[in-house]
């Protein structure tokens, strides 16, 4: 499930394909996952694509205000508007030539001024596509928090250290910081020394600006390498990224540390499944006493996900 560096290398790539192209028409499949899908076939046609942004998980293409020629056609909402996409978990976004079949699962199709279409393919559909104007957009994004890349100690340390919940919940809460996911929540955590289960309120000022810095290396360093490809992550030409070659806990269970040796362990930590050093980070004692899932954990895991709304990212 693409987060924060996998979205930012997908923006790169949009950026450099398709950045000041004119939107001609729109092709639309199934539309489960799109807002209002008659509000992309009407107000798309005639915009330019004049920026592409990242905003947590979520990309944003910035659309001109629609030229003399197709006001007519746009019943009055002639202002600049966005184009809001989010991949979910299989969702991807990239150009073809217009006259290349199309793979299976596109559904949205953007026919392009030089030839392209920008295409939108999602085998399972939990992604998302909204035409926002500049009040709706706003709306959407008033609820999220700080972006961890720009985060000063001061704010981080605000928003995690008066917090009684779960370190691991703290960094997907998306209305704490915005695109951090389950991969990078791990590996940060690691890097930090800092088992996942530990409250925001239980850490020092000291233990949140490593973490932050933790974070910040790596969302940097994984955006260097085009993210990391779990599954099917494919970034805007086709490539997948390479980072998960350096991950440190993500789905490393039972596998050596790689400062001490130590057998990598998972657990359920916020309702999702967890990987630490059980020597580098140690638990809290509030943790330790619960029962180690067994068995039933994918059960104890889907009920462990219902439980938490306010993580909109899924991954
Ligand atoms: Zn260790």
Redesign the pocket.
């Known amino acids: 499930m693409p987060e924060l560096p996998e979205v930012e290398t997908v923006a790169r790539g949009l950026r450099q394909a398709i950045l000041g192209r004119r939107i001609l028409s729109v092709t639309l499949g199934k539309t489960d996952f799109i807002d209002d899908p008659a509000a992309l076939e009407q107000h798309l046609p005639g915009r330019q694509i004049e920026a592409v942004e990242r905003y947590g998980k979520f990309m944003l293409l910035r659309l001109s205000a629609v030229n003399e020629e197709t006001r007519a056609a746009t019943n009055g909402d002639a202002a600049p508007a966005s184009l809001l996409v989010h991949l979910g978990m299989t969702g991807q976004i990239a150009p073809s030539p217009a006259g290349q079949p199309l793979e299976k699962h596109t559904h949205v199709c953007l026919l392009l001024d030089d030839g392209r279409e920008l295409r939108y393919t999602d085998a399972r559909r939990f992604g998302r596509i909204a035409y926002l104007t500049k009040t709706s957009l706003a709306e959407e994004l008033a609820g999220f928090g700080a972006d961890p890349l720009e985060v000063s100690k001061e704010e981080f340390a605000n928003r995690i250290c008066e917090r009684r919940a779960r370190i691991k919940a703290l960094l997907l809460d998306q209305s704490v910081l915005r695109g951090v996911g389950n991969i990078y929540a791990d590996e940060s955590l690691w890097r930090a020394r800092i088992h996942p289960a530990r409250l925001g309120t239980k850490l020092s000022g000291k233990d949140a600006e490593t973490l932050r810095r933790a974070l910040q290396d790596i969302l940097r360093k994984a955006i260097v390498l085009r993210g990391s490809s779990i599954s099917d992550f494919l970034d805007a030409a086709g490539e997948p990224g390479e980072y998960q070659r350096h991950h440190r806990a993500y789905g490393r269970e039972g596998k050596k ?6 057998a990598i362990r998972r657990a359920i930590v916020a309702g999702r499944s967890s990987y630490f ?1 059980p ?3 140690p638990s809290p004692r509030s943790f330790a006493a619960l029962p180690l899932p067994g068995k039933n954990r994918r059960k104890a895991e889907r009920r462990g996900a219902g439980k938490s709304p306010r993580n909109t990212g899924k991954s």
Do not use: E
Request: overall charge positive.
């Open positions: 540390c790689y400062r001490c040796k130590t050093c020597r580098c980070q």
